[in-house]
């Protein structure tokens, strides 16, 4: 059973950046890693993704604001987020995907954007 942990959420204000960051727990690499964000009432909604090569793939809302970036020797995977708004506010979920089609989800970390 891979473990999955994130980390770096928390309160800022608007224009501000925060960097979360995720780990998956094994040996093994990750095919895929990605961050998901979820608001009361809503789907959860894809943020970034990155697959082990590198590859990447970012929501329209991202605008050039988030960059994703991984370790593979770690199976850590990091959200940069800058100039952060208000609508950025949610819960963030990180997503490991093993090459084998297993998914496993984190518990979820906050982030609140607010003056």
């Known amino acids: 059973q891979v473990q999955v942990v994130e980390s770096g959420g928390g309160l800022v204000q608007p224009g501000q950046s925060l960097r979360l960051s995720c780990t998956a727990s094994?040996?093994?690499?990750?095919?895929?890693m990605g961050w998901f964000r979820q608001t009361a009432g809503k789907q959860r909604e894809l943020v970034a993704t990155?697959?082990?090569?590198?590859?990447?793939n970012y929501a329209d809302f991202v605008k050039g604001r988030f960059s994703i970036s991984r370790e593979n020797a770690k199976n850590t995977v990091y959200l940069q987020m800058n100039n952060l708004e208000p609508e950025d506010t949610a819960v963030y979920y990180c997503?490991?995907?093993?090459?084998?089609?297993?998914?496993?989800w984190g518990q979820g970390t906050q982030v609140t954007v607010s003056s």
């Open positions: 990155i697959k082990s090569g590198g590859t990447t």
């Open positions: 997503k490991a995907s093993t090459w084998l089609g297993g998914n496993y």
């Open positions: 094994g040996s093994t690499v990750m095919y895929l």
